[in-house]
């Protein structure tokens, strides 16, 4: 049924005169009617509302369409169907060729044509993930004042402490959140802090729930927690788009975000879904255990690329068939990325049989000021566990050849940081070396997908956090993998909005990073492809949405009772419709009335006797 539905009924008065003739018979007289004055109120729908961005077909709608919604001649007399529409789409976004210009060319028809821009992305995913998403998505923030075209999603300032229901109560289809992403901007991607710009992210993030997980974005609610910025830049550049002001920090940021949470809660429910994205990672540690048992919420920095981190050293293991806690594993960096891989990695060490002590034997871990070591007193609560009890050694390469690593895993925004020695260290070492460049956006990886197979003579197990192309080595086409986020959220998010959790527990990211590792064939294994192609984001979305629901629903932090044999055909009803249905209400036939007993008129009534 269309949306149109409560628009469309209305009703047409017509006013006639009818001169009968006295001297013709009465069959004759009914065929004789005179017309003299005809006037028509006609009931008619917005054309705001037919033309906004939620409803607006471009040049699909039809001529019947068009003449009964009062659009007919607004537009040209073509009439498009969906292939031709994607044509259009597709030509105008080639016809540019900078990145950041499609980004803004995408920006606007998500701003004029909704149902027509999820279309076109759901249909070229590979072609416009790196755009929307990692790495485009990260240069667009930088100037996201000069992109700004309208409202994108809600914006939370510091001064509005005290009224942030009522704020959050202004988002024209509040009645319908499901879910929320939030972002304070402090450290986008490799970018650092990006103040309000960072809003990008979190409108980034929804779209791929929409594209890839089938969420309805009437559902979603991007919001920007703009609490000021410490990039002077950013105070000096006439189109910032955020407050001029120094970071909030201390006591009252943390009574800030505490006050939000209460009132996305107070304001949609408590089944709404918290997702925080680009905090800087002391904060973003600090809420994700403040909230655990108190909202439905995640981090995806932390806990979806732990997702897809643990998923990739999974594929390794099914590579070269020798089992996780045999491999001696170096991490380089300890932010919050590295530091959610290492924690589900340890768990999942555990879930094994191994004991704390032996599930992080073989883990090492390394930053800025060298080896984590048990003699370092600067090192964060959660990796304090990974220090080992040697002497420090400050350079990388230095402790590649100590520990022999057959995984390297970086997230450290130090683009060149795997050296050639480094990679030729791991290979003359391992016959599959499995080394991962986490750090976006792609002028940041650690190495090249070219170097990681020059260096390492073809041999390399190699994964980005951004899209590299393919590379020819000897004759033979060596594709890199893509270990994007894209992989895990939607689908764990599309789970947990499923059946309404109440709680976002540790299990169903350690069940995402497995279902992720299932998913490429014995066929892409053998060929050294541990992830999935990009343009099967669906697919493994719905597998994870699917596989979460069930865990949720089974340890009892499932809100809407469902048996888990009914989570596809749940998920299948709620998913966002991507084409386009009829415009006008539907109609169908109704039997002819029987006809009301004749009424006596007063004069035809007997008269009383007096």
């Not at 220090?387 to 990388?396: G, H």
């Not at 959220?489 to 497995?514: K, N, S, Y």
Request: positive net charge; charged residues 25%; glycine residues 8%.
């Amino acid at each position: 049924m269309s949306f149109f539905r409560i628009f469309s009924y209305g009703y047409t008065r017509n006013t006639a005169m009818v001169k009968s003739h006295q001297n013709k018979s009465r069959d004759t007289q009914k065929s004789i009617i005179i017309r003299t004055t005809c006037t028509h109120d006609t009931i008619r729908v917005p054309v705001e509302v037919v033309l906004s961005n939620t409803y607006n077909k471009a040049l699909a709608f039809t001529l019947e369409e068009r003449q009964r919604l009062g659009i007919h001649g607004l537009m040209p007399a073509c009439i498009r169907t969906d292939d031709e529409q994607m044509l259009a789409i597709e030509t105008n976004f080639h016809s540019i060729c900078e990145n950041v210009g499609r980004y803004r060319y995408l920006r606007a028809l998500r701003q004029g044509y909704e149902r027509l821009y999820f279309q076109f992305v759901a249909r070229n995913v590979n072609l416009v993930l790196p755009i929307i998403y990692t790495p485009t998505v990260g240069l667009a923030c930088t100037i996201y004042g000069m992109l700004y075209r309208g409202m994108t999603g809600i914006h939370l300032t510091k001064h509005d402490r005290g009224h942030m229901k009522q704020v959050l109560s202004n988002w024209p289809m509040r009645s319908s959140i499901k879910a929320i992403c939030a972002t304070d901007g402090e450290r986008i991607l490799g970018l650092g802090d990006l103040g309000a710009n960072g809003m990008g992210i979190s409108v980034g993030k929804m779209e791929l729930y929409t594209a890839l997980a089938g969420i309805p974005p009437s559902s979603l609610l991007p919001v920007c927690l703009d609490v000021g910025t410490n990039n002077k830049s950013l105070h000096e550049d006439p189109l910032y788009i955020g407050l001029r002001e120094e970071r909030m920090k201390g006591e009252e940021y943390v009574s800030f975000v505490d006050e939000f949470v209460e009132s996305v809660v107070k304001t949609f429910g408590s089944e709404t879904l918290i997702h925080f994205e680009d905090f800087a990672t002391p904060n973003a540690f600090m809420f994700l255990n403040r909230y655990r048992e108190c909202y439905c919420h995640f981090n995806d920095d932390i806990q979806g690329t732990a997702s897809v981190g643990l998923g990739g050293l999974l594929g390794i293991q099914r590579i070269t068939k020798k089992p996780l806690e045999d491999h001696v594993i170096l991490f380089a960096g300890a932010g919050s990325a590295i530091m959610g891989i290492s924690y589900l990695l340890k768990q999942e060490l555990i879930s094994r049989g191994l004991s704390k002590r032996e599930a992080v034997k073989n883990i090492y871990m390394y930053d800025q000021n060298g080896l984590l070591t048990t003699k370092r007193t600067d090192l964060p609560e959660n990796i304090v566990v990974f220090a080992k009890d040697m002497k420090p050694i400050k350079s990388l390469e230095d402790l590649v050849e100590k520990v022999k690593p057959s995984i390297i895993m970086g997230a450290t925004s130090a683009a060149g940081l795997f050296s050639e020695k480094i990679i030729r260290s791991m290979a003359k070492n391992h016959e599959r070396p499995g080394i991962f460049a986490f750090s976006n956006p792609t002028a940041k990886a650690e190495c090249t997908a070219e170097q990681a197979y020059n260096f390492s003579d073809g041999k390399a197990i190699y994964s980005a956090g951004s899209p590299f192309p393919p590379v020819e080595f000897n004759g033979k086409r060596l594709t890199p993998g893509q270990a994007n986020n894209c992989f895990a959220f939607p689908g764990i998010v599309l789970g947990t909005m499923t059946v309404l959790a109440d709680r976002m527990p540790d299990e169903i990211f350690l069940l995402a990073a497995h279902e992720l590792a299932k998913f490429p064939s014995d066929e892409d294994i053998k060929g050294g492809r541990i992830y999935p192609q990009v343009d099967q984001a669906k697919q493994v979305a719905l597998k994870i949405g699917i596989k979460v629901a069930e865990y949720l629903i089974e340890n009892g932090h499932a809100k809407r009772s469902l048996d888990c044999d009914e989570i596809p055909e749940c998920i299948a009803k709620n998913s966002y419709k991507l084409e386009y249905g009829s415009a006008l209400a539907e109609t169908w036939p109704y039997p002819q009335m029987k006809p009301h007993p004749k009424i006596p008129c007063p004069k035809d009534k007997p008269k009383e006797k007096k």
